[in-house]
């Protein structure tokens, strides 16, 4: 088995398809991640994402451009496009998706967003000699 961890901002917003059991959901996105090159610039590669049941509704509350951390398993999916090309695609099968704009899984920030500074014991607060 193989296992894939990316990161990367979605393409497009995520959309669900229905599936032959109205109590399973499914998911279907599009994320693009940089990837390293030895050339100055990375490149941008394209990966299809898939996810079913409760990851399946936890992508569907992103949405386009949103960065997001994306594992799950990698495969290649094949198909036909419109004008008779095989075009082929690699996909993750989402185990997890992580919003990465924020920490907080609510999203929320917290009320007060002064910062204090630290508060330290007097034994770290002594004057350097130089």
Do not use: C, W
Not at 45 to 65: D, I, M, N, T, W
Not at 78 to 90: A, D, F, P, S
């Amino acid at each position: 088995m193989n296992f894939v961890s990316i990161y990367g901002r979605l393409t497009t917003a995520p959309r669900e398809i229905s599936t032959k059991n109205p109590d399973k959901i499914m998911a279907v996105g599009s994320i693009a991640v940089d990837v390293e090159t030895r050339g100055d610039e990375p490149e941008t590669e394209f990966f299809g994402l898939v996810a079913f049941g409760r990851p399946a509704q936890s992508l569907l509350r992103h949405s386009k451009g949103e960065p997001l951390s994306v594992s799950g398993r990698l495969q290649l999916n094949t198909y036909e496009n419109k004008r008779g090309e095989q075009v082929r695609q690699l996909q993750v099968v989402r185990d997890s998706v992580v919003g990465s704009r924020s920490s907080r899984p609510s999203g929320k920030r917290p009320s007060n967003t002064k910062s204090k500074p630290a508060q330290y014991p007097d034994e770290f607060n002594d004057r350097i000699p130089f």
